[in-house]
């Protein structure tokens, strides 16, 4: 979504919130993507997902600013955490991404990059190694925001 879309959607939530409602946001962070392997609680491999852009987080951030500098919104409480989603092997964390991203109009950079790269190869080897129990993990940094209407 272009920014001035992200802008009008928050200016439309500021619209529809009653008075004594929130705004909760939730997006990716500006840190990179990761890729890693798990077994029994220990990272086996770790390392950031290929050709990532963060172009339409920035576009995010920037939208959230400008609602923020406008007045409209006030920041209650502003965190980061992270937000990992495992799957028992490459194949089945790639079928989750294309079904993730099945709402978007373009094709998803991140499984684009994904497939562009050796990197899919690289992990199901480390799995295939680790043996039984082992997890394929993506872990996207995330922000999360409680938004407070300002009320004229």
Same mark, same amino acid.
């Given at each position: 979504?272009?920014?001035?879309?992200?802008?009008?959607?928050?200016?439309?939530?500021?619209?529809?919130?009653?008075?004594?409602?929130?705004?909760?946001?939730?997006?990716?962070?500006?840190?990179?993507?990761?890729?890693?392997?798990? @077994? #029994? @609680?220990?990272?086996?491999?770790?390392?950031?997902?290929?050709?990532?852009?963060?172009?339409? +987080?920035? #576009?995010?951030?920037?939208?959230?600013?400008?609602?923020?500098?406008?007045?409209?919104?006030?920041?209650?409480? @502003?965190?980061?955490?992270?937000?990992?989603?495992?799957?028992?092997?490459?194949?089945?964390?790639?079928?989750?991404?294309?079904?993730?991203?099945?709402?978007?109009?373009?094709?998803?950079?991140?499984?684009?990059?994904?497939?562009?790269?050796?990197?899919?190869?690289?992990?199901?080897?480390?799995?295939?190694?680790?043996?039984?129990?082992?997890?394929?993990?993506?872990?996207?940094?995330? #922000? +999360?925001?409680?938004?407070?209407?300002? @009320?004229?």
């Amino acid at each position: 979504m272009q920014h001035a879309g992200m802008v009008h959607a928050l200016e439309e939530t500021y619209r529809l919130l009653a008075p004594a409602g929130c705004l909760i946001d939730i997006h990716p962070a500006l840190s990179p993507t990761l890729i890693e392997v798990h @077994r #029994c @609680r220990t990272i086996l491999f770790s390392t950031q997902l290929p050709d990532e852009s963060f172009e339409d +987080i920035q #576009c995010a951030e920037d939208a959230l600013a400008q609602v923020i500098k406008e007045g409209l919104f006030v920041v209650e409480r @502003r965190d980061q955490f992270d937000w990992r989603t495992y799957a028992s092997s490459v194949a089945e964390l790639l079928d989750y991404i294309v079904e993730e991203s099945g709402y978007q109009e373009e094709p998803s950079a991140e499984l684009d990059a994904l497939r562009k790269s050796d990197l899919p190869d690289r992990v199901q080897e480390v799995l295939q190694v680790a043996g039984e129990g082992a997890e394929v993990a993506r872990l996207y940094p995330a #922000c +999360i925001a409680r938004l407070k209407p300002v @009320r004229r």
